[in-house]
C-alpha cells in the first residue's frame, strides 16, 4: 500500500519536498487543468526516481489519453493489449474504456493507478465507473485516479483538490466550482 511520496527536486508543478498522502482505498485527484494531477500519476509510474515512495506493492497502472488502445495503430498478438486492442476497432473510445475498467472487478489487493478514466464516457458510465471503484477498493484494493467528470466526482465522497493541496467533500467541490465559475457571461 502506497501512504506518501515526496518529491525530491522540483519538477513541473512540484517543489523539491513537496508530500502527498494517499488514503488506503480511493484516494480520487481532481483540479483544474495545469494543476498537477496527470504529472503526479505520472510521477508514480513513469519516474520513480525524482520520488522518496513510503509503500511497497505490486501495481497497475493505465494513463487513458495515453495508453488509449484506440490511438495504437499496430496490432501485436503478443501484446497483453491485443483483446483491448482489437476491441477497440469496433467499439467506441467510452465502450473501449470501460473494458478496461471491467478489469478492477477482479484485482485484489494491488495499488490501481488510472489516469482520466472518466474521459470519453456518459453519465451512466460514469455511475458505472464510480460502482467499479467502490467494488475495486471492497476488494482490498487501493486507487489513486484522476478525474474531471461531476458525477464521478459526486459519487466518491472525500476528493484530493490539487488547487488547494487538500481533501474535500466530492459534492462541496462541484457545488462550489459551478457556483463560482458560471454565470450569465459564461454561458454567451
Same mark, same amino acid.
Given at each position: 500500500?502506497?501512504?506518501?511520496?515526496?518529491?525530491?527536486?522540483?519538477?513541473?508543478t512540484f517543489k523539491a519536498d513537496e508530500t502527498?498522502?494517499?488514503?488506503?482505498?480511493?484516494?480520487?485527484?481532481?483540479?483544474?487543468?495545469?494543476?498537477?494531477?496527470?504529472?503526479?500519476?505520472?510521477a508514480l509510474i513513469r519516474n520513480h526516481k525524482?520520488?522518496?515512495?513510503?509503500?511497497?506493492?505490486?501495481?497497475?497502472?493505465?494513463?487513458?489519453?495515453?495508453?488509449?488502445?484506440?490511438?495504437?495503430?499496430? $496490432?501485436?498478438?503478443? @501484446?497483453?493489449?491485443?483483446?483491448? =486492442? /482489437?476491441?477497440?476497432?469496433?467499439?467506441?473510445? +467510452?465502450?473501449?474504456?470501460?473494458?478496461?475498467?471491467?478489469?478492477?472487478?477482479?484485482?485484489?489487493?494491488?495499488?490501481?493507478?488510472?489516469?482520466?478514466?472518466?474521459?470519453? $464516457?456518459?453519465?451512466? @458510465?460514469?455511475?458505472?465507473?464510480? =460502482? /467499479?471503484?467502490?467494488?475495486?477498493?471492497?476488494? +482490498?484494493?487501493?486507487?489513486?485516479?484522476?478525474?474531471?467528470?461531476?458525477?464521478?466526482?459526486?459519487?466518491?465522497?472525500?476528493?484530493?483538490?490539487?488547487?488547494?493541496?487538500?481533501?474535500?467533500?466530492?459534492?462541496?467541490?462541484?457545488e462550489g466550482f459551478i457556483g463560482k465559475e458560471?454565470?450569465?457571461?459564461?454561458?454567451?
Amino acid at each position: 500500500m502506497l501512504k506518501l511520496i515526496k518529491f525530491k527536486e522540483d519538477w513541473r508543478t512540484f517543489k523539491a519536498d513537496e508530500t502527498f498522502y494517499f488514503k488506503p482505498g480511493l484516494n480520487v485527484i481532481v483540479g483544474k487543468n495545469g494543476s498537477g494531477k496527470s504529472s503526479l500519476i505520472h510521477a508514480l509510474i513513469r519516474n520513480h526516481k525524482i520520488l522518496e515512495i513510503d509503500g511497497e506493492g505490486d501495481y497497475e497502472a493505465f494513463d487513458f489519453e495515453k495508453d488509449n488502445v484506440r490511438l495504437k495503430s499496430k $496490432l501485436n498478438e503478443s @501484446s497483453d493489449t491485443f483483446k483491448f =486492442r /482489437l476491441s477497440a476497432m469496433f467499439h467506441s473510445h +467510452g465502450q473501449t474504456n470501460l473494458a478496461i475498467l471491467n478489469r478492477l472487478e477482479v484485482a485484489s489487493g494491488v495499488l490501481i493507478i488510472c489516469d482520466e478514466p472518466d474521459q470519453a $464516457l456518459h453519465m451512466e @458510465s460514469c455511475q458505472e465507473l464510480v =460502482r /467499479l471503484l467502490n467494488l475495486a477498493v471492497e476488494r +482490498g484494493n487501493q486507487i489513486i485516479v484522476t478525474v474531471h467528470n461531476p458525477v464521478v466526482i459526486m459519487g466518491v465522497g472525500d476528493v484530493y483538490d490539487m488547487d488547494s493541496r487538500c481533501w474535500v467533500d466530492g459534492v462541496e467541490y462541484v457545488e462550489g466550482f459551478i457556483g463560482k465559475e458560471l454565470s450569465e457571461d459564461w454561458l454567451i
